[in-house]
């Protein structure tokens, strides 16, 4: 099956950094979507990605589907954004979205 | 919000007894998802269904079994719970939004087998 690697796995930054996460994966896509998952566990859906770029306030993605690979930038981070990001992706249809998941880039925002 | 719920919310259980975690949509979503989440492996699928009585299975299947006899709620089952299913169980539906199909998740079970 396709194969998704997310770097760096852990990142710290001080508030107003920001900040470049990476998601590799190894054969062609034609959904990608992003999720934030913070402390307390909830997944939250941030992007839907699977090619082009698209922005919502401090957070903006990019994704090269011909290069096999997706960046999501958060800058001005701000310590609520501290959780864990996942990318994931499918190969099918589309319609019935079987996701495969990345590990995850934990990221913590200290004051 | 995609009113999603789960229940329960946790779950502490023997080694052998069957368990049953239910999920619960409001908003008639045909897709419906079942995943597991372990330290390392990020989530992973157990099964899906595509419509009431409409199931197939996912990346992680074997000890796990799903109905959906309604399409607002969808039910995973361990026949017979072993420690390695000691996991967070998440719930997802699939929705057409922002140019593509994007899943929406419930909560969690957090499940522990002893």
């Known amino acids: 099956g396709i194969q998704v690697e997310q770097s760096p796995p852990d990142l710290i930054l001080q508030e107003g950094a920001n900040s470049t996460l990476r998601c590799n994966f190894s054969d062609s896509v034609n959904n990608l979507q992003w999720f934030h998952q913070n402390p307390w566990g909830q997944l939250i859906n941030l992007f839907y990605?699977?090619?082009g770029t698209k922005q919502n306030g401090r957070l903006s993605a990019t994704t090269v589907a011909t290069e096999r690979y997706s960046l999501l930038y958060i800058s001005s981070s701000q310590t609520t954004d501290s959780g864990v990001y996942f990318c994931?992706?499918?190969?099918?249809?589309?319609?019935?979205?079987?996701?495969?998941f990345g590990t995850g880039t934990r990221l913590q925002v200290t004051l | 919000d995609a009113g999603i719920t789960q229940s329960p919310r946790h779950k502490v259980t023997e080694t052998g007894t069957p368990v049953t975690l239910r999920c619960h949509q409001t908003?008639?979503?045909?897709?419906m998802y079942w995943y597991r989440q372990d330290p390392g492996h990020g989530l992973r699928l157990i099964h899906y269904?595509?419509?009431?009585?409409?199931?197939d299975k996912g990346e992680v299947s074997d000890g796990y079994s799903v109905s959906r006899s309604k399409t607002e709620d969808f039910l995973l089952t361990l026949e017979s719970a072993t420690s390695s299913q000691t996991s967070v169980y998440f719930c997802a539906i699939s929705d057409y939004h922002r140019g593509g199909y994007e899943q929406y998740f419930g909560p969690g079970t957090r499940l522990t087998v002893t």
């Open positions: 269904s595509y419509g009431v009585k409409d199931t």
């Open positions: 994931a992706v499918e190969q099918g249809s589309g319609t019935a979205s079987k996701l495969t």
């Open positions: 908003e008639n979503h045909r897709y």
């Open positions: 990605i699977p090619s």
